[in-house]
């Protein structure tokens, strides 16, 4: 996923790229079991509201926990030459501002 800046119809440039796995079905379709999987997983990363049955000397890391798995399991993390490849067909040169 590419966040830009645009103006006027025309792209400034590159604010972020957010890179994931998306895995698919024998199909070629995004697999539904996978893909609720991740969400759920991706809404454990938010820290609990504060529960009033925890005692106060304890943290609750269950989001940290959540987000190595997360990172693990969905996340991808692309070379530069691919972000390079990115860059290059947004701008159809070699511009880079990643």
Not at 6 to 35: C, H, P, R, S, Y
Not at 76 to 82: E, G, Q, T
Request: aromatic fraction near 8%; hydrophobic fraction near 40%.
């Amino acid at each position: 996923m590419v966040f830009l800046e645009v103006a006027g119809g025309q792209v400034q440039a590159i604010m972020d790229v957010e890179t994931f796995l998306l895995q698919l079905n024998d199909k070629g379709q995004i697999d539904k079991k996978e893909w609720e999987k991740g969400t759920h997983l991706g809404m454990e990363l938010l820290p609990s509201i504060l529960n009033e049955e925890d005692p106060k000397n304890i943290m609750n890391a269950q989001h940290r926990f959540a987000k190595r798995r997360y990172e693990h399991e969905f996340k991808w993390k692309p070379s530069r030459k691919v972000e390079n490849a990115i860059v290059a067909a947004i701008f159809k040169s070699s511009v880079t501002k990643l």
